[in-house]
């Protein structure tokens, strides 16, 4: 029962990236997921989420630049990174709230984070 995130990388400001959120094949359906990104000294903060049935939050630093979508067939969810800025590196990772398993529900799940380091 894991959530692996995929699509960092190495961007100039103004570029774009895409970043996926995949559950594992144990898993069969997510309630809400969020991604958040993790700077060095600075606190983990939540950029963006949303529910099983579309509500969709932003924080106000990635507003209008970030859309994140899921496609609930592919148990997969994702964050398009548009307008990067050198104040979004970070490590970005994903969290599901609740996962309907195999073994059951899994709370407060969390992947093992990718990086994007945006140069100026």
């Known amino acids: 029962v894991q959530l692996v995130e995929s699509g960092g990388g190495l961007v100039q400001a103004g570029g774009s990236l895409r970043l996926s959120c995949k559950a594992s094949?144990?898993?069969?359906?997510?309630?809400?997921v969020g991604w958040y990104r993790e700077a060095v000294g600075d606190q983990r903060e939540l950029v963006a989420s949303?529910?099983?049935?579309?509500?969709?939050y932003y924080s106000d630093s990635v507003k209008g630049r970030f859309s994140i979508s899921r496609d609930n067939a592919k148990k997969t969810v994702y964050l398009q990174m548009d307008s990067l800025k050198p104040e979004d590196t970070a490590v970005y990772l994903c969290?599901?709230?609740?996962?309907?398993?195999?073994?059951?529900?899994?709370?407060?799940?969390w992947g093992q984070g990718t990086q994007v380091t945006v140069s100026s």
């Open positions: 949303i529910s099983s049935i579309g509500d969709i």
């Open positions: 094949a144990t898993i069969y359906n997510m309630d809400v």
């Open positions: 969290n599901a709230d609740r996962v309907v398993s195999q073994v059951g529900p899994v709370f407060n799940l």
